[in-house]
């Protein structure tokens, strides 16, 4: 893995996937360890292909079999080559005891976004669903006005594309990105932590998010008042 | 340390680890999104094999 980030993402969406095809592929005996390794934060490591290249047919009879609707596709988390999945719906989450408040305010954020609860700040472990529900409240603001443009992006994508955008000198042009968002969906925020300058750069867009009513939801392991190592004043604005 | 020694690995170690890595990635494509696969495991690959530990280290 490159970074801590992918370690996280990786354990979350592929542990078991990768431990059944090293038993499929490579020996059934073997077990999977996984480590970050910061030489993969070079696409051309001799230990890595170009997987786009390889997976693109199977992306384009995949989106086929999904029945995407062309304004489905039409979200800036294509452009920044993150998953955002039709499948996470609110008919397909889970309602128990412990979610069933989250799930009612994601309901009332979908149906009056950016008025019910703006930010929604959904909070919990690993596991619980967190990711599901802010991607349902973002499918369905798309099904009810396929014009909108929802985007999703795990926290740590947010952090490279501002990187990226600082060493380019072109941070200018990524907030104006965000100019055409209606709603903006950043998972796992407590990787926020430490990141000053990505804080700051987070700040003003969040704030001009608010300002402009567009609908924030926000995904964490714990809630705004326990974060660590972020700014107190990006903290409030999450506890609104 | 496994990761110190990657750099010095012969042609023949990357071939067989480079050669793994996409078996794996075709056998997780079989039952994973592929946008998903696209978008978390561009940069992940196999850097070991641990014969003794029966472990594959990623």
């Known amino acids: 893995m490159p970074n801590e980030f992918v370690l996280t993402q990786v354990k979350k969406f592929f542990a078991k996937p990768l431990q059944e095809a090293i038993h499929a592929v490579y020996n059934n005996q073997f077990s999977l360890s996984l480590v970050v390794y910061s030489g993969f934060q070079d696409d051309k490591h001799p230990l890595l292909s170009n997987i786009k290249k390889k997976f693109q047919s199977i992306e384009k009879a995949g989106s086929k079999k999904n029945d995407i609707s062309p304004a489905m596709k039409n979200t800036l988390s294509e452009y920044f080559g993150i998953l955002f999945d039709p499948n996470y719906t609110f008919d397909t989450f889970v309602v128990g005891e412990h979610n069933r408040f989250a799930f009612s305010a994601a309901k009332a954020a979908a149906e009056d976004p950016g008025n019910a609860y703006n930010p929604l700040f959904l909070y919990g472990n690993v596991g619980l669903g967190k990711t599901h529900l802010m991607q349902a409240v973002g499918n369905a603001i798309i099904r009810s006005d396929p014009g909108k443009v929802v985007l999703y992006l795990p926290v740590g994508k947010l952090i490279d594309e501002i990187v990226s955008a600082i060493k380019a000198n072109k941070l200018q042009n990524l907030i104006k990105k965000f100019d055409d968002v209606d709603a903006l969906l950043i998972d796992d925020i407590q990787f926020l932590a430490n990141k000053e300058k990505t804080q700051e750069i987070f700040h003003n867009i969040f704030n001009d998010f608010h300002m402009k009513k567009k609908q924030v939801i926000l995904s964490s392991d714990r809630p705004p008042k326990e974060l660590s190592n972020i700014e107190p004043r990006l903290k409030s604005r999450f506890g609104l | ?58």
């Open chain 2, 1 to 58: 340390m496994l990761l110190d020694t990657i750099d010095q690995y012969d042609m023949q170690t990357k071939e067989l680890l480079y050669n793994l890595r996409d078996q794996i990635l075709d056998h997780v494509g079989q039952s994973v999104d592929s946008k998903k696969i696209v978008s978390f495991l561009a940069k992940v690959g196999v850097i070991g094999l641990d014969e003794a530990e029966k472990t594959v280290h990623i």
